[in-house]
């Protein structure tokens, strides 16, 4: 059994930014990660991809930010600039480390890992929210490729693959660009009329405006801009896309068949390729 003066369970960003808190305070921390990698869900999804946050307000509690180009930061920018920290610190973060079990004895904590039994005064739980793919059950199957939008790679799209994105969030319009990017068509299946903000933010011109827009806390927008999802899309792209036709607007998924799927009003819609944009769920069912 190990002794340590706080423990920190997850070495994505919160975890991480406690760890330094937690220094500062004069306690040595130790971090247990699951896996072999910092970041968190940062580690896990697609590089490319940009935050629906500025730039600016994407930094690490030292005032590094992240560098490239753009107001909206690159998931891999994000990245290194949260490697960089956990480096520079030297925070000691046992990797592959799975905590298990929390009980207190004695005033103190007790871990089990899935590597030792730690005791500690202090133990922060830092395991996210978004830790795994969300695919909802529905009846029926598909005889063709399905992936979610944590592995989604659109340079694997072939020019007029048939393509559906369940879901019409960020992930989802991120997903739908990109397939179009790469010539392919789009299916694209929602529960809800399109989220759109009440301005295009795409336009260069609008990009101050856009950045004031994404880093207004969402409960302080009036009826949430219009939105019916929980964070405002920042993508104007794709309310265009499905104005020009070029996206093919369908309710919501109800089952699977072999060549597509009927959505729950009954339109059957045939597809090459299903992309689940359906977001994530908790993992810590132990806590
Ligand atoms: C598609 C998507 C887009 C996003 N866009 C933005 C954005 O634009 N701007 C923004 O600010 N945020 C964004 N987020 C949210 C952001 O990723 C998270 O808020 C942030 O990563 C949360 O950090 P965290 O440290 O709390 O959790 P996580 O990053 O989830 O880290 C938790 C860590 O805990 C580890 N862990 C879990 N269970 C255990 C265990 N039992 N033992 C040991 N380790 C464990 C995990 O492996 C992981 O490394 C986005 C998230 C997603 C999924």
Redesign the pocket.
């Known amino acids: 059994m190990g002794d340590a003066e706080l423990v920190i369970?997850?070495?994505?960003?919160?975890?991480?930014?406690a760890a330094w808190e937690g220094r500062k305070r004069g306690w040595e921390p130790i971090i247990?990660?699951?896996?072999s990698?910092?970041?968190?869900?940062?580690?896990?999804?697609?590089p490319k991809?940009?935050?629906?946050?500025p730039r600016k307000?994407?930094r690490m509690p030292d005032g590094s930010v992240s560098s490239g180009d753009g107001n909206?930061a690159t998931?891999a920018e994000?990245l290194t600039m949260i490697e960089a920290f956990a480096a520079k610190n030297q925070f000691r973060i046992c990797m592959e480390?799975?905590?298990?079990a929390v009980s207190v004895q004695n005033g103190m904590f007790e871990i089990e890992?899935t590597r030792q039994l730690l005791r500690t005064p202090r133990l922060i739980i830092?395991?996210?929210?978004?830790?795994r793919p969300r695919v909802p059950s529905v009846p029926g199957d598909f005889d063709g490729p399905t992936e979610h939008?944590?592995t989604f790679d659109p340079n694997t799209v072939t020019a007029s693959e048939r393509v559906a994105v369940i879901g019409a969030g960020?992930?989802g319009a991120?997903a739908v660009l990109a397939i179009l990017a790469r010539g392919g068509q789009v299916v694209l299946s929602t529960r809800y009329p399109l989220a759109g903000p009440p301005i295009d933010f795409s336009e260069t011109v609008l990009a101050p405006l856009a950045a004031w827009y994404?880093g207004l806390p969402v409960r302080w927008l009036p009826g949430r801009g219009g939105c019916q999802v929980k964070t405002p899309l920042v993508y104007g792209e794709l309310k265009r896309g499905v104005q020009a036709g070029q996206i093919e607007l369908v309710g919501a998924l109800g089952e699977l068949q072999a060549r597509g799927f009927r959505t729950s009003s009954g339109q059957d819609v045939d597809v090459d390729r299903i992309v689940w944009a359906t977001?994530?769920r908790r993992?810590?069912t132990?806590l």
């Open positions: 369970v997850g070495a994505g960003p919160a975890g991480l930014c247990l990660e699951r896996r990698v910092v970041g968190g869900a940062w580690a896990e999804m697609p991809m940009r935050c629906l946050s307000y994407d909206r998931v994000i480390s799975s905590a298990q890992t830092a395991t996210g929210e978004y830790s939008t944590r960020n992930s991120e994404a977001g994530y993992e810590t132990w």
